[in-house]
């Protein structure tokens, strides 16, 4: 048995494991501060399109960010706060003045950019049809882990999505961007069919599509390298029919399996986008 300062380690966890876990502790402490200052910092953020440039620089601040901002936050003049722009572009600053159609906001230090830290993961997924709230769940928790996009796939058992849940969706990711610190805006692409799909596949090194009976996810991970992008493929409520997954692995796909029960779309979404980015940051790490 293992031992540490908290107690005893149970054999079946190996000591490579151990040491992967400590060097990640100390990666994430020293060669990732910079972005983790920047990212997560204390003082409320808000979204703005444009930013100001340099340090002095005012630009005017209008809409449902200076609603949320005054009324909501209670936030006056001097108050200091942050704004992003959803590219990994971030200035921090102060009110300078408010009126009642909007507020001025001086920089109070130079924009920082902040390049993209992790692999860029694209999610398709066929939730067109989910109810209740689901959607929302699914694109939410995509923001909060990283993800580059969201899709919505149309499929035999998925074939639509209404205009106005699109509309509702862009308004959740940016909720979720603000309150995950995430700099890099996730991006909710317009639907597309299994047929326009087929050829982004052919041009991935890394496509998974999560379907019953094939090779467990975490095996599939060990025999595949690290890519700077990828695709996570999820089907609908009714899944995938056998005809739509012989296409896509026929197309390059690598089909694998998120365990023996049935899946939600929205648990199987985030159960495998979840995975690979944790396979991705660990093999980043144990390149490091």
């Known amino acids: 048995m293992l031992q540490t300062l908290g107690g005893v380690i149970p054999r ?11 060097v990640r502790a100390m990666a994430f402490s020293s060669s990732s501060s910079d972005y983790g200052d920047q990212s997560r910092g204390g003082l409320p953020r808000f979204y703005s399109e444009t930013l100001p440039p340099s340090k002095g620089s005012v630009i005017r601040v209008q809409g449902d960010e200076f609603w949320h901002m005054t009324k909501v936050l209670r936030l ?25 159609t909007g507020l001025d906001f001086v920089a109070l230090n130079d924009l920082i950019s902040i390049p993209p830290q992790n692999t860029q993961l694209h999610v398709f997924a066929g939730f067109g049809t989910l109810k209740g709230g689901r959607a929302d769940w ?12 969201v899709t919505p796939l149309l499929t035999e058992h998925s074939p639509s999505i209404s205009e106005n849940r699109v509309d509702r ?5 940016l909720a979720a961007s603000k309150q995950s610190q995430r700099l890099h805006e996730m991006v909710l692409k317009h639907p597309i069919e299994i047929d326009d799909l087929l050829h982004l596949i052919a041009q991935s090194k ?24 990828g695709l996570i493929i ?3 409520e009714g899944d ?20 023996p029960h049935r899946l939600r779309v929205e ?21 490091c």
Not at 81 to 97: P, Y
Not at 240 to 259: Q, Y
Not at 271 to 281: C, Q, Y
């Open 206 to 229: 890394l496509s998974l599509v999560a379907t019953a009976k094939a090779t467990p996810v975490l095996s599939a991970l060990a025999s595949l390298e690290k890519e700077t992008s």
């Open 138 to 149: 699914l694109v939410e928790k995509c923001t909060e882990f990283g993800a580059n996009s």
């Open 76 to 100: 006056t003049t001097n108050d200091r706060v942050q704004l992003f722009n959803g590219k990994g572009s971030l200035v921090e600053g102060c009110i300078q003045s408010i009126d009642r």
């Open 267 to 287: 648990t199987a979404t985030i159960a495998l986008l979840a995975t690979v980015m944790l396979w991705s940051d660990s093999q980043q790490i144990s390149v």
């Open 240 to 259: 995938f029919t056998e005809k739509e997954v012989s296409m896509m692995m026929e197309a390059g796909a690598t089909a694998v399996s998120l365990g």
């Open 12 to 22: 079946f966890v190996s000591r490579s494991w151990l040491r992967n876990l400590t």
């Open 169 to 173: 969706l862009k308004r959740v990711i």
């Open 234 to 236: 999820i089907g609908p």
